[in-house]
């Protein structure tokens, strides 16, 4: 069995499935059961990590092997959170091996060793994480836009109702201006929308002694 963990949903599981696959053929098993997710390692409430564990609580892994590509898809969130996940592992007979760490977690200074990467790999996503932050920061007050480019801007969505009105399709305006139909409808959908009308403070004064007089 293999456990894989990459941090966003723009990335695959492919470089950890081949590097797993091939070192699991070397020793002469067969990887018949995969946990696989995408989610960040900064918490350890992960659904495919807690399926995992539940299987191995559940007492039918004994004598298995759990293959990962890192130490660090596994944990990153401290030296306790992984020292006391691989040694609930280890009290449930399942033997865990790593693949691109190159050194033996079962051996006599395995404790060492895993605190050792343990602090550096949640270093090194505080690291990531205020990088990232910083970077935000600057970009916002500069005045730009964070996050994904927005596929429909004011031009694109002004052109579009052009199309549109023109008798265009969806379909034909998303081939034009080469944007998914769903995010052209959505957006010219949402543009389309009546803008709640408000009363002037004057005519509501008014109604108000209207009423009173009544």
């Known amino acids: 069995m293999a456990y894989i963990r990459v941090s966003s ?9 081949s590097a797993i696959e091939r070192a699991a053929r070397a020793r002469g098993d ?3 059961t995969w946990y696989a997710e995408k989610r960040s390692a900064k918490t350890m409430a992960r659904d495919e990590l807690r399926r995992l564990l539940a299987d191995i609580r559940a007492g039918g892994l004994r004598g298995r092997r759990l293959y990962l590509f890192r130490l660090d898809r596994l944990t990153r969130t401290g030296i306790a959170d992984t020292l006391t996940t691989l040694e609930e592992l280890h009290a449930h007979g399942v033997e865990v091996v790593s693949v691109a760490d190159g050194f033996d977690l079962q051996g006599p200074h395995a404790e060492i060793i895993v605190a050792v990467m343990s602090w550096a790999a949640k270093m090194e996503r505080l690291a990531i994480g205020e990088r990232i932050a910083a970077a935000r920061e600057r970009v916002e007050a500069e005045g730009g836009h964070w996050g994904r480019p927005r596929r429909v801007d004011t031009r694109t969505l002004n052109r579009a109702r052009q199309l549109r009105a023109g008798g265009r399709s969806f379909r034909e305006i998303a081939i034009i201006m080469k944007v998914p139909k769903s ?9 389309e929308k009546p803008t709640p009308k408000t009363t002037p403070k004057c005519e509501r004064d008014l109604g108000v002694q209207q009423g009173s007089s009544a």
Not at 9 to 17: C, K, L, P, V
Not at 183 to 191: E, Q, R, V, W
């Open 9 to 17: 949903r723009s990335q695959d599981h492919a470089t950890q499935r």
């Open 30 to 32: 067969t990887i018949d």
């Open 183 to 191: 995010t052209i409808a959505g957006a010219l959908a949402a543009s």
